[in-house]
């Protein structure tokens, strides 16, 4: 029992960490977003195009992610990702032409969506029962974390060791691109397949009962529609939406850094790192800790997003004037720790709704295709912003963008708490919960 217990998290944090590897190439922006202008050739307008595109196939994927992850073996689906994406990564090393680049962020589009998310959703909502909810997914962004912490610290030596600039974000994605492909053949080792037997093979059926309990669980359209007629869903998807926004706003920090605060790129990626590693893993300890003791995931997300309110505002009232560094730098650690620290409880949200496990990969892909839709318009809007009104002003306006998305998230948790109210007085379930997984 203590063996399976060790394993479970050793098998939760191992998804963690793939889950942050593999978005390390698409994200590079996040870390070396001057580097990686000079780099490409582009302006920040068409770095946010970039990300749009992206975004956009992303968007297309969700929903079919949830399919695959209900459908076929998550150790395959979750092993190809990783390979396919390092070995991909190689290519992008050598800085192709812009319409290269972006086939090569269609093509991963794919493999860090379609055949990668809702499959890792999928086993983390599995590892345990109702009442951990909360805390395993506090654990996994935990593990997604220290992924970002490590890889991250050890990318900034790599970075400027090859003298910054073009040439050091070349190494950096050679290392991240290695990185992927060795955690592909782990996960090939480590993960099994959580499904009883091989959909469509009866050969393998262990047992009559085992054939029964496949019937009970195999996957229909009738059940994507049960997700799809869901309103809690889609009320949820707003808020999360939202939520998201801030974090793509919160993208354009080191730029604001090294253009406006007139801090280096070693030093702005050092602050970047630092905010999606030491803050993503601080939220994360906080979810796994306190969100289970929130009586609703959804009241939890609610006081994360009014903090957001508050944090954001303080943005636009801090002069842009390396003076103010310090200050900036302090709101920039406790806006990212309360946004890490609500969005690390983002997909326990699912438990609320009283979705089976048989179904939480299409309920994990309906919550993934609303929360990334800022993809589609997100970064470009920001970039635009930047680029047309130069300077302070559009820092200011992306400030702006990221208030007006705390608001609306905010109205949107109100709502949901309603709704999730006014569903505890049903006595039945939303979806039927079947006998065993």
Not at 60 to 75: E, N, T
Not at 218 to 236: E, G, H, Q
Not at 427 to 434: A, C, D, G, Q, R
Request: glycine content about 10%; some cysteine; aromatic content about 14%.
């Amino acid at each position: 029992m203590k063996n399976e217990v060790i394993k479970k998290y050793l098998v939760l944090f191992l998804l963690g960490f793939v889950a942050k590897s593999i978005y390390l190439l698409p994200y590079i922006r996040q870390q070396y977003y001057d580097a990686l202008i000079d780099a490409t050739g582009t302006t920040n307008a068409q770095l946010g195009l970039l990300m749009g595109i992206y975004g956009l196939i992303n968007m297309i994927l969700y929903l079919p992610s949830g399919w695959a992850a209900d459908k076929f073996s998550a150790r395959k689906l979750i092993t190809f990702s990783l390979i396919i994406t390092g070995i991909t990564g190689f290519y992008y090393a050598t800085f192709p032409s812009f319409a290269m680049i972006m086939a090569l962020h269609a093509l991963w589009a794919v493999t860090t969506v379609f055949t990668f998310w809702s499959a890792v959703i999928k086993i983390v909502h599995a590892l345990g029962p109702s009442g951990e909810q909360g805390k395993l997914f506090g654990l996994w962004q935990v593990g997604k974390a220290l992924g970002a912490t490590i890889l991250g610290f050890i990318s900034i030596p790599i970075f400027s060791g090859f003298g910054e600039g073009v040439v050091g974000l070349q190494a950096t994605i050679i290392f991240y691109s290695s990185v992927n492909i060795i955690f592909g053949v782990i996960c090939w080792f480590v993960l099994k397949d959580e499904n009883l037997i091989e959909i469509g093979s009866k050969s393998t059926f262990e047992s009559a009962e085992d054939e029964k309990i496949l019937e009970e669980n195999k996957f229909t359209i009738a059940d994507m529609k049960k997700i799809l007629k869901m309103p809690r869903m889609w009320i949820a998807g707003i808020m999360v939406l939202c939520l998201y926004s801030i974090g793509i706003g919160s993208g354009m920090m080191v730029p604001f850094l090294t253009e406006i605060m007139e801090l280096s790129e070693t030093n702005a990626a050092l602050v970047g790192t630092f905010s999606i590693s030491i803050l993503f893993l601080l939220g994360g300890l906080v979810a796994t800790f306190f969100s289970d003791k929130f009586s609703s995931k959804t009241k939890y997300a609610l006081f994360g997003l009014i903090g957001l309110i508050l944090t954001c505002g303080i943005y636009l009232l801090i002069p842009g004037d390396p003076a103010y560094l310090v200050i900036f730098l302090i709101n920039i650690l406790v806006a990212g720790l309360i946004y890490y620290c609500a969005y690390s409880s983002v997909f326990a949200l699912i438990d609320e709704f009283n979705i089976s496990k048989k179904l939480s990969g299409t309920a994990a892909g309906l919550l993934s295709f609303l929360c990334y839709f800022p993809e589609i318009y997100g970064y470009s809007t920001v970039g635009a912003l930047v680029d047309n009104y130069p300077g302070l002003l559009g820092y200011r306006l992306v400030f702006g963008f990221m208030i007006v998305n705390a608001m609306i998230g905010t109205i949107a948790a109100l709502v949901l708490i309603k709704m999730n109210k006014k569903a505890k007085t049903h006595t039945s379930p939303t979806v039927e919960i079947p006998k065993r997984i």
